[in-house]
């Protein structure tokens, strides 16, 4: 029998983008509509505390670096300005919300490692606890900063070297008891999901960003210009179709805020 967890849903603050990042040809010209409105929407940024029976709490995803407006590129603030952020949204905050300190961290599972999941890391320098993230996405990350061509979404270096990476080689890997991880691809090589069980409240499915927005899961919607490989996105999203279908899986996406606000107006935690 699977071990059970329960899971904390961490708010984290409030990002106001152009919807043709989520979805692909929103708010495009086409001959019927030449002049179309283009439409911002307010997203969420999320982070999850899994407490697993055995393993300790652990956190999905981290969010975003505190002071982000003066460390992030200027064209990243540009495109994806935080908008609303206040100490309660810090990550070291809200963990104590909900009732966790940093140091209660026991590891941390990337879904991938872009400057909004990935800033929060800054917490944990030099702390040595396991930092989970895919091979893929490592080098990845490795590689795009030292080349510079995409510098611009991913951690800066000077942080990779005190942190406890812990690679992730396999399509699917189960971490511990009842928490499962998948190699998801298409909006980033190493983009990986988390599948949590809890023992009153079902499955959950931590997609990180294979789903900005619940549309593109729900409306079955492909990646706008922040999809990097659409062959492998799709295949993703087939997969994650199979299997929030047979698990009855509550969805969570790497930044609707909807979704974040209607599952913590039902529960601080589910369990």
């Given at each position: 029998?699977?071990?059970?967890?329960?899971?904390?849903?961490?708010?984290?603050?409030?990002?106001?983008?152009d919807?043709?990042?989520?979805?692909?040809g929103?708010?495009?010209?086409?001959?019927?509509?030449?002049?179309?409105q283009?439409?911002r929407?307010?997203?969420?940024?999320?982070?999850?505390?899994?407490?697993?029976?055995?393993?300790?709490?652990?956190?999905?995803?981290?969010?975003?670096?505190?002071?982000?407006a003066?460390?992030?590129?200027?064209?990243?603030?540009?495109?994806?300005?935080?908008?609303?952020?206040?100490?309660?949204?810090?990550?070291?905050?809200?963990?104590?919300?909900?009732?966790?300190?940093?140091?209660?961290?026991?590891?941390?599972?990337?879904?991938?490692?872009?400057?909004?999941?990935?800033?929060?890391?800054?917490?944990?320098?030099?702390k040595?606890?396991?930092?989970?993230?895919?091979?893929?996405?490592?080098?990845?990350?490795?590689?795009?900063?030292?080349?510079?061509?995409?510098?611009?979404?991913?951690?800066?270096?000077?942080?990779?070297?005190?942190?406890?990476?812990?690679?992730?080689?396999?399509?699917?890997?189960?971490?511990?008891?009842?928490?499962?991880?998948?190699?998801?691809?298409?909006?980033?090589?190493?983009?990986?999901?988390?599948?949590?069980?809890?023992k009153?409240?079902?499955?959950?499915?931590?997609?990180?960003?294979?789903?900005?927005?619940?549309?593109?899961?729900?409306?079955?919607?492909?990646?706008?210009?922040?999809?990097?490989?659409?062959?492998?996105?799709?295949?993703?999203?087939?997969?994650?179709?199979?299997?929030?279908?047979?698990?009855?899986?509550?969805?969570?996406?790497?930044?609707?805020?909807?979704?974040?606000?209607?599952?913590?107006?039902?529960?601080?935690?589910?369990?």
């Amino acid at each position: 029998m699977s071990a059970k967890s329960k899971i904390t849903l961490l708010d984290l603050g409030r990002i106001d983008t152009d919807d043709g990042f989520f979805i692909r040809g929103c708010n495009a010209a086409v001959q019927s509509a030449p002049r179309p409105q283009y439409e911002r929407r307010r997203v969420a940024v999320i982070a999850t505390v899994i407490e697993h029976p055995k393993a300790g709490p652990i956190l999905f995803d981290t969010g975003c670096a505190q002071n982000a407006a003066t460390d992030w590129p200027a064209p990243a603030w540009e495109a994806f300005p935080i908008n609303v952020y206040e100490e309660e949204h810090h990550l070291d905050t809200a963990l104590e919300a909900a009732g966790y300190g940093i140091d209660d961290i026991r590891g941390i599972v990337m879904g991938h490692l872009h400057l909004d999941h990935a800033g929060g890391l800054e917490k944990f320098r030099g702390k040595d606890i396991p930092i989970w993230a895919h091979e893929k996405e490592i080098k990845e990350h490795y590689f795009a900063v030292a080349t510079k061509e995409d510098i611009g979404v991913y951690l800066p270096s000077d942080l990779n070297w005190q942190l406890n990476w812990q690679p992730i080689h396999r399509d699917e890997t189960e971490l511990f008891d009842g928490i499962t991880l998948r190699h998801m691809p298409g909006h980033t090589p190493g983009l990986m999901t988390m599948q949590v069980e809890t023992k009153n409240s079902g499955h959950f499915m931590l997609t990180s960003d294979l789903y900005h927005v619940r549309d593109l899961f729900e409306q079955d919607l492909p990646q706008g210009w922040l999809g990097r490989d659409s062959h492998s996105w799709h295949r993703s999203h087939r997969w994650m179709k199979q299997l929030q279908h047979r698990y009855d899986a509550t969805m969570v996406y790497g930044h609707d805020a909807t979704v974040l606000e209607e599952l913590t107006a039902q529960a601080k935690s589910f369990d």
